[in-house]
């Protein structure tokens, strides 16, 4: 049965129909599936299905990537409120967009993957100074700030990832805090993540999504 549910939802996903997705998770509910294996057994499987289709297809369509992480994002956060015991957070992260940049799709992706891999994303926002996502980081005691730009001159201006990187160095923080970034201009140029200072970087949202977990798990404090 479980299998079929999976199926169900993985082509809900993948056709970015929220109400079917969501009548799956219903039918699970009402078949006597636990709101725990619903987020590890059906949401984070088809977080993982869309990167290994990402990794295949570097231009799928965005539509999915985005209704990935928003379904994802939603069933978790209804499904947390049912869960017998509160999940251990794998970790803290703060997402933003640099300063200059209004846009918020890509990080709204990252920031809806991350939650059902229990990680918990305080979201600045746009147009963000560097000052902001570190006071924030250290403030929630966050494991790794994830700077997005959507464009050369916001991505390498002196308020971006440079700016926080700068930061990060003068207060001592490096090595307790991780530099993340993404966005259009790092697809362009691979390398361009290490001229701002970056530890990091990302093609698309849904393995940023990955990639920061895994990051804010290996820093967090045992």
């Not at 079917?20 to 949401?43: D, H, N, Q, S, Y």
Request: charged letters at 25%; glycine letters at 8%.
């Amino acid at each position: 049965m479980l299998a079929d549910l999976v199926k169900a939802y993985n082509e809900a996903v993948y056709e970015t129909d929220k109400d079917a997705a969501f009548a799956v998770v219903e039918r699970a509910l009402k078949a006597g599936v636990t709101p725990e294996a619903i987020v590890f057994e059906l949401v984070v499987p088809a977080v993982e299905e869309m990167m290994s289709l990402i990794t295949r297809d570097p231009d799928a369509n965005l539509a999915q990537h985005f209704m990935t992480a928003q379904i994802a994002s939603e069933v978790t956060e209804k499904m947390l409120e049912r869960f017998r015991r509160p999940p251990e957070v794998v970790g803290r992260v703060v997402i933003g967009t640099a300063a200059g940049d209004l846009h918020s799709l890509g990080k709204r992706i990252v920031a809806g993957c991350l939650k059902s891999l229990m990680v918990d994303v305080l979201d600045l926002g746009v147009n963000l100074p560097a000052e902001r996502f570190v006071d924030e980081a250290v403030r929630i005691q966050a494991q790794v700030i994830a700077v997005s730009a959507m464009m050369v001159h916001t991505a390498t201006g002196p308020d971006g990832a440079l700016g926080v990187r700068r930061l990060l160095r003068e207060r001592g923080l490096e090595g307790k805090i991780k530099l993340v970034v993404g966005g259009a201009p790092y697809r362009f140029d691979e390398r361009l993540y290490q001229a701002v200072g970056a530890d990091a970087w990302a093609a698309d949202g849904v393995r940023a999504a990955r990639l920061i977990a895994d990051l804010a798990q290996e820093l967090r404090p045992r």
